[in-house]
């Protein structure tokens, strides 16, 4: 028998390899427990006969309020949760580990662990994952038939108070799960060092030729967890406390190990940011250009999330080791073009700076992917104008290939437990009962208005269409602020009526 | 008649003018890096701006970088770069032809206002002049000088519109980003500004 399995479950992205199974499977197998991993979003693809169209509907269902499956579409999510149980009656296991990867595997995860309790009442199962800390996803929430209280609670506590999870881990799940597999019990929430090191994560149960474009994907590894800043609009802070990180060795010789072992050349880091170290990310660096250098034929490249520093920050020298290194296509999170805004955030950093990096990353050949938003709840008409000047300042560095393509985002949204949501009577904001995220209200910036978030939304599409600047994701961007204006309009008026 | 952009909404129905309007330029900024080979004498470098001479010099061999900031006198400007006082003495040439020894200007990079105009290919080709001194006449552009002539590109300021309008680099994302995409960003653009119309405030 297995001590454990970690399970992926839909919401997938089938371009996308989630490493954190292989991940958990070497940690437990260095503490000499018996592991194994399943991603049973890949067998959702194979009973829809691997048709995107087919898969894409029901993978709707399970971020859509109320959504209704045709009798075909019933047949095979009846027919997904039944081979989920034979799966585990094949393989027998102490527990049953799911990743709650975020919001979107709420619906999914409730009807799964709801299928395998009705059918293996004494399987012990484990939940863990960004999504067990968060509030029920207001989309999937009346399918979930939460009542009063419950709407306040985390996921995870809905899951374990309903007996559908016998143990939730929040955070960190390393030091948990090896307590858990030796004494049955869960004491560790989180770790409390500034570092930490991972044994080599184990593929060998990975199916990867089953994944769209699986021979260009990116393969996922982790170099640091949390984030050095505390953005007013971001929750890294609250989801994954204060920064931590690997050694830039420990990182690059899992790199290399899994480069040689799997094949894979090109890699992303699920890192909130990649420069949140220094020291670690130059070794890292270091060790991965040498190695790019003694093997020209297998060269590796990666990607992955960047803060922008002010421009004492960086050393020349660790732009030119990044490039060396593989660097190219690294997001990062502009947000504003205002330097006012950017302080409201707290980004601690500045237009200029950001010129200042795509400036190095055209002269080191490094390209970069921006983050904008638009609808700050400090950002002004005169802010916004300036926040379009950005886009005609990066045009140089959009032409020249430095900026691949930007996100334009959604209009500001202030997630539960984010600096911004906290701090609302601070910042004299006023929120609304039925949407405090989307719907608000800020007296002494009063243009600011939903309507007017959402309408700066449409002004840069159409500025950045003007600009030729690619932008990605419109439409799954645009299309559900659409809807939900459709959907609430009346409520937003009569919240705006009421405050104005 | 100048107009106002007072709402996100006024930006959206009057984009192009907006979009003009936070663009105008009264200088430019023009960082050159060249690499000057050298015989006999320094090769002398000229730059004009709207026919006003803003450099004139002798560049020393190897590397040089000039960083200059010129007034634009007129929305419709000219840069000029251009070799100058090169003769026949600054070539040696040995008895089969072959250039032994030579006074050259070899361009690294041309960034007006941030613009690298020799990077974009087709833009260089296409819009950029090069005239011959002693042939008089026009020429595909080169990346540098190996006989007296300049370089020139006229435009219309602001010349990041002007240039923008003109680039073809990068304007799109690669298939593979949109295959999500079933709907035209541009009908729901306009769908998504109807319902916005919803909103009174």
Redo the contacts between chains.
């Keep these: 028998m297995l001590d454990i399995v970690f399970c992926s479950i839909p919401y997938s992205n089938l371009d996308y390899i989630y490493s954190a199974p292989a991940i958990l499977k070497g940690i437990v197998q260095s503490h000499g427990f018996r592991a194994k991993t399943k991603d049973f979003g890949l067998d959702l693809y194979t009973l829809c006969g691997n048709n995107f169209e087919k898969f894409t509907e029901i993978q709707t269902y399970f971020i859509t309020p109320g959504k209704l499956l045709s009798t075909e579409h019933l047949k095979i999510l009846d027919e997904f949760y039944n081979e989920i149980c034979q799966f585990i009656e094949q393989n027998p296991a102490k527990i049953y580990s799911f990743s709650i990867f975020s919001v979107y595997t709420h619906k999914s995860g409730y009807e799964i662990l709801q299928r395998i309790k009705q059918r293996f009442p004494d399987q012990r199962i484990l939940i863990g994952g960004r999504g067990v800390k968060v509030t029920a996803y207001t989309a999937t929430s009346p399918d979930l038939g939460l009542r009063g209280r419950e709407k306040l609670l985390p996921y995870g506590e809905i899951i374990a108070n309903r007996k559908l999870a016998d143990y939730v881990i929040v955070g960190d799940g390393e030091d948990a799960i090896i307590e858990l597999l030796g004494t049955g019990n869960i004491s560790v929430e989180n770790f409390q060092s500034e570092t930490f090191e991972y044994p080599l994560p184990d593929y060998t149960d990975y199916q990867f030729d089953k994944y769209l474009n699986y021979k260009s994907i990116s393969l996922p590894i982790t170099g640091s967890k949390g984030c050095v800043r505390d953005c007013d609009f971001c929750d890294v802070r609250y989801q994954f406390g204060k920064f931590r990180y690997r050694s830039g060795a420990d990182v690059a010789n899992e790199m290399i190990h899994v480069s040689k072992t799997y094949g894979f050349r090109k890699f992303q880091f699920t890192d909130s940011l990649v420069n949140g170290g220094l020291k670690p990310l130059e070794d890292f660096c270091s060790i991965v250009s040498q190695y790019n250098q003694d093997n020209p034929e297998s060269k590796i490249s990666w990607n992955g999330q960047y803060i922008c520093r002010p421009k004492e920050h960086m050393p020349e020298r660790l732009y030119s080791l990044m490039a060396a290194s593989g660097a190219h296509g690294l997001t990062i999170g502009a947000e504003s073009g205002s330097d006012r805004v950017l302080e409201a955030m707290n980004k601690k950093t500045t237009v200029g700076a950001l010129l200042h990096e795509l400036e190095m990353f055209r002269k080191y050949n490094i390209t970069c992917f921006l983050l904008t938003m638009t609808g700050h709840w400090s950002e002004t008409h005169e802010d916004f104008i300036e926040h379009c000047q950005m886009f005609v300042k990066i045009l140089p560095y959009v032409r020249s290939g430095t900026v691949s393509a930007v996100s334009l985002g959604i209009p500001m949204m202030m997630l539960d437990s984010t600096p911004s949501q906290v701090n609302i009577d601070r910042n004299g904001v006023i929120v609304s009962d039925f949407d405090k995220e989307s719907i608000w209200y800020v007296p002494n910036n009063p243009i600011n208005t939903f309507k007017e978030r959402a309408m700066r939304r449409l002004a840069v599409t159409q500025l950045c269409q003007l600009l030729k600047i690619p932008t990605v994701s419109d439409v799954e961007y645009i299309l559900p602020i659409k809807n939900y204006v459709d959907t609430n309009y009346q409520k937003i008026n009569n919240f705006y009526e009421k405050v104005i | 008649m100048k107009k106002s ?5 006024d ?2 129905l009057n ?2 003018n ?2 003009r309007s ?2 105008t330029q009264k200088t430019v900024c023009i960082d050159l890096k060249v690499n000057a080979i050298m015989y006999q004498s320094a090769p002398r470098m000229v730059i004009m701006v709207d026919s006003k001479i803003i450099y004139n010099d002798y560049l020393c061999e190897g590397e040089n970088s000039i960083l200059l900031n010129a007034d634009l006198l007129s929305e419709n400007s000219s840069i000029k770069i251009g070799m100058r006082e090169k003769t026949s003495q600054d070539t040696l040439v040995n008895d089969e032809g072959q250039i032994l020894a030579d006074n050259a200007i070899e361009i690294i990079w041309l ?1 007006l ?4 105009i020799i ?2 290919y087709d833009f260089f080709r296409t819009h950029i002049t090069y005239f011959l001194h002693d042939t008089e006449d026009y020429v595909a552009p080169l990346k540098g000088f190996w006989q007296n002539g300049d370089l020139a590109i006229e435009f219309q300021s602001p010349l ?2 002007w ?2 309008e003109r ?1 073809t ?5 690669d298939d ?3 295959y ?4 035209s ?1 541009k009908t ?2 306009q ?3 109807d ?2 119309q ?4």
């Design positions: 952009f007072d709402t996100a909404l930006i959206y984009c192009e907006f979009i936070i663009s960034r206002d941030g613009i690298d990077q974009d990041i519109l240039y923008n680039s680099k990068n304007t799109g994302v593979t980003m949109k999500r995409n079933i709907l960003t729901l653009m769908d998504f500004f319902s916005l919803k909103l009174r405030i």
